[in-house]
């Protein structure tokens, strides 16, 4: 677990965040819980490299990640669970996608996602030989 200080402007107050398991928390120190959950958000956005969105569903943080795997494969994850998957086929050198039915994503968001990948704002493991 690695910690994240942040400093209150009197220079004196100081909290400490970390993210274990994948979770980020605040391990050190009392915020207001809005200001604790804008900390975080700020966090995982700026640190969590897999992370192309982020977005509120019903008062709760839903967090995308999108996770490179072998063969030009990368599934996308909501809040830690399987939603779907893009994948990059070698031979129509076009990207595919599946979503499972019942998630909140939609065809709009994988192609955002696509278009991140192809960019290179998403890690991506170009591997053509299975």
Same mark, same amino acid.
């Given at each position: 677990m690695k910690d994240y200080y942040l400093y209150h402007k009197n220079g004196h =107050?100081?909290?400490?965040?970390? &993210?274990?398991?994948g979770v980020w928390e605040l391990a050190c120190g009392e915020l207001a819980? +809005?200001? &604790?959950e804008a900390c975080i958000d700020a966090l995982i956005i700026r640190f +969590?490299?897999?992370v192309p969105e982020l977005f509120y569903h019903?008062? &709760? %943080? &839903?967090?995308?990640e999108? %996770?490179?795997k072998k063969y030009?494969? =990368?599934h996308i994850y909501l809040n830690n669970s399987y939603v779907g998957s893009i994948e990059h086929d070698k031979y129509s050198k076009q990207f595919e996608y599946h979503l499972e039915n019942?998630?909140?994503l939609t065809d709009d968001n994988v192609q955002k996602y696509i278009g991140m990948i192809q960019r290179g704002e998403l890690k991506w493991i170009k591997d053509d030989i299975r």
């Open positions: =107050s100081f909290f400490i965040f970390g &993210k274990s398991q819980e +809005d200001i &604790k +969590d490299d897999d019903h008062g &709760k %943080r &839903k967090v995308v999108v %996770r490179a030009s494969l =990368s019942d998630s909140l």
